[in-house]
């Protein structure tokens, strides 16, 4: 059994080759580069067995990373980003599965996510369960929104071992990565034609942010993780003034 790595980018200078070195064991590693403007591709031809593409960035990213597992020929496609290492521990468990020819087509990861400065364990950040590695054929991006899980068609199993998520190595990354997926989320409001009035206003400026607060922070025990645990909590609920307001501003726009 033979697998394939399939990778999206856009301006991952200083993340790349961590993932990239991660998976050197892979008998194939497909990246679709959304034209970035830094670095990355030049990482990228430093290193050997890639297949790379070269594409526009996509408003949403999943497009390129279904471009990404289409272009795949292994017999089976592991799915990452490029600000994701894969463990040691989970490499081996990988390879385990896949020569067991398995009855699944399918596997969800666990996933521990990084965050000012140390991995969360609580808030429904651990374990952030992810389908990621697939039969080629038997799964795909929907690619219509930023948090979708690929489709799989059979029996989906389980890994034991962690993916490493390095997305927000710094405060100020996580602004812009939020920065960006508010404004998905507004376009996604946009295409809902929600009604701009008090109810909305008082749900998404209140009610949304107070319960997603008190699911992250106390339901999901995320003050277990103490500052960084109510730092992820709080700022996890202002996305939704945050879209709403960005959603209010594409519509006086026009």
Request: aromatic share 16%; with cysteine; glycine share 4%.
């Amino acid at each position: 059994m033979t697998i394939s790595i399939a990778l999206a980018t856009y301006n991952e200078e200083t993340k790349i080759q961590d993932c990239l070195d991660s998976v050197k064991w892979a008998d194939e590693i497909v990246i679709v580069d959304g034209s970035s403007t830094d670095n990355t591709v030049k990482i990228i031809r430093k290193n050997k067995n890639i297949k790379l593409i070269s594409t526009d960035n996509k408003p949403i990213f999943h497009i390129n990373k279904r471009m990404a597992i289409d272009a795949c020929t292994s017999d089976w496609i592991l799915q990452l980003d490029a600000d994701e290492v894969v463990s040691p521990e989970l490499h081996q468990e990988i390879i385990k599965i896949i020569k067991q020819n398995p009855t699944e087509n399918g596997f969800w990861i666990p996933r521990k996510n990084y965050f000012l400065g140390s991995f969360l364990t609580k808030g429904g950040q651990f374990p952030d369960y992810t389908v990621r590695l697939y039969r080629n054929g038997f799964g795909n991006l929907p690619a219509k929104n930023v948090h979708e899980q690929a489709i799989i068609k059979g029996q989906v199993g389980f890994l034991n071992s962690p993916l490493l998520h390095y997305a927000d190595t710094s405060f100020s990354r996580y602004f812009l990565r939020n920065d960006r997926y508010t404004t998905l989320i507004a376009h996604e409001l946009k295409d809902q034609k929600l009604s701009l009035n008090w109810f909305n206003f008082i749900n998404y400026y209140c009610f949304k942010p107070i319960f997603e607060f008190c699911l992250i922070y106390f339901r999901h025990r995320g003050y277990i993780d103490g500052f960084p645990g109510f730092v992820f909590a709080f700022y996890s609920a202002l996305r939704f003034p945050i879209a709403y307001t960005k959603y209010y501003e594409l519509n006086q726009s026009k």
